[in-house]
């Protein structure tokens, strides 16, 4: 038996529906499917999200969770009905922030789709954040100021790769890099070109196979009140500002005297 016969057996008998029934719905025969939920055969992927779309769960939770640990009532609601990533609520129903701390990092990796694993981490509560799911990353370095070493990232969790926006910062959780807080472009197929905005690391592409989590920057939270130093186009840029605005008034005087 696999987790993956498991999950569907408990699934059907949670649903109350027979294997007969249940084959039918599926358009294979009672025959087929008793070999998946016995786990003498593998499910093909066609027929993989034809009981993802009937249970209205998602392929990876079929195959990597076991379901039966875990309330589907408490899964996040996405597109497609697709169900993912167990969350806690407070009593008025909002989400709480789960923070992966320095501390929890290294488990991250293998953690992340484990319900116990995601219940154990501390949770906050940011009212002014928009609708979605978020979750909080410590930064590592000083690849992307002018956040620092020791801040953490809340962000947003991205469904599809088609949200991700030329340009914006994200959180990357992959395969082969662990986790990655980069600004990203997507101008090669299939593949994401990560950049940080300290000009002294270099770019690098990570494969979208390789990608098992995105979360979009949605604000930081700090430690550090030190003063941000201004760059020179900066402080031209500034100075032209003030320039206008001050001719912009003196326009205004003259226009109000005659």
């Known amino acids: 038996m696999s987790l993956f016969s498991d999950n569907i057996r408990a699934l059907r008998l949670k649903q109350k529906i027979s294997q007969e029934k249940l084959a039918e719905s599926l358009q294979i025969t009672r025959g087929r499917y008793v070999k998946y939920e016995d786990g003498t055969s593998e499910a093909p992927y066609d027929i993989l999200k034809k009981i993802a779309q009937h ?35 407070d009593r008025e129903g909002k989400d709480f922030i789960e923070i992966v701390t320095q501390k929890v990092k290294a488990g991250y990796l293998n953690g992340y789709a484990d319900p116990e694993y995601i219940e154990n981490l501390q949770q906050i509560s940011l009212p002014f954040l928009g609708p979605g799911k978020h979750r909080g990353f410590p930064v590592e370095g000083d690849s992307m100021p002018p956040h620092e070493d020791g801040s953490i990232i809340i962000g947003r969790y991205v469904e599809r790769l088609g949200e991700v926006q030329d340009g914006k910062t994200y959180i990357l959780i992959t395969k082969s890099e662990g986790m990655v807080y980069k600004r990203l472009n997507k101008n090669k197929k299939n593949i994401l070109v990560l950049e940080s905005d300290n000009s002294f690391y270099p770019k690098y592409d990570v494969k979208v196979s390789d990608i098992l989590e995105i979360w979009e920057y949605e604000c930081n939270i700090g430690r550090s009140d030190k003063r941000q130093e201004m760059s020179e186009t900066q402080t031209t840029k500034e100075l032209l500002l003030e320039v206008k605005r001050e001719v912009a008034e003196i326009k205004s005087s003259i226009l109000n005297i005659n």
Not at 60 to 86: A, C, F, Y
């Open 55 to 89: 249970y209205h769960i998602s392929i990876d939770l079929l195959l990597s969770v076991d379901v039966r640990k875990i309330d589907v009532q408490d899964l996040l609601k996405l597109e497609n009905n697709r169900l993912v990533l167990p969350i806690q609520v």
